[in-house]
């Protein structure tokens, strides 16, 4: 059971699966173990939440047109808690990792960034955000520190 809100920074906390085909996934992933899909929209696009018994166990969504036309496989990404998203991403460039992908906020679930380890591994930070988050970061009158 997945709780990427409830997990403790330093833990991995989300999955998250690039597919080829989204629908053969999603079927797959229902017939093999009974998850079932949620579509989430963010960031003017969506996601499929994969649920067991009422509960997240991570997330699928389809690869962009010009990864697959690059060769892009489908490929699962572990996502792991940080209590500061951008801060992570520059201790990753400090010891000798790559960010991949600039933290960037999924519209009211997470910051997040992707990263290549020291090692040439990929995996994702995950920073929960308090509900109610736009794109551009803000809630009300909150607004998030550059």
């Known amino acids: 059971m997945i709780h990427p809100t409830e997990t403790q920074v330093g ?8 597919a080829t085909d989204l629908g053969r996934a999603k079927s797959f ?5 009974g998850w079932t899909s949620q579509e989430q929209l963010a ?8 649920r067991s018994l009422g509960c997240d166990v991570g997330s699928v969504y389809q690869l962009k047109d010009v990864l697959l036309q ?17 801060d992570a991403a520059r201790r990753v460039q400090f010891f000798g990792g790559d960010v991949v992908v600039q933290p960037f906020l999924v519209s009211g679930v997470a910051r997040i960034a992707l990263i290549l380890d020291s090692v040439g591994a ?21 607004r998030e520190l550059q």
């Open 11 to 18: 833990r991995f906390c989300w999955l998250d699966l690039a």
């Open 29 to 33: 992933y229902f017939n093999v173990f």
């Open 43 to 50: 960031n003017g696009g969506s996601f499929t939440r994969l």
């Open 70 to 86: 690059h060769g892009m496989p489908s490929h699962w990404t572990p996502y792991v808690r940080v209590s500061n998203v951008r």
């Open 122 to 142: 990929l995996v994702g930070l995950w920073e929960p955000i308090t509900g109610g988050m736009d794109v551009n970061g803000t809630a009300g009158q909150e």
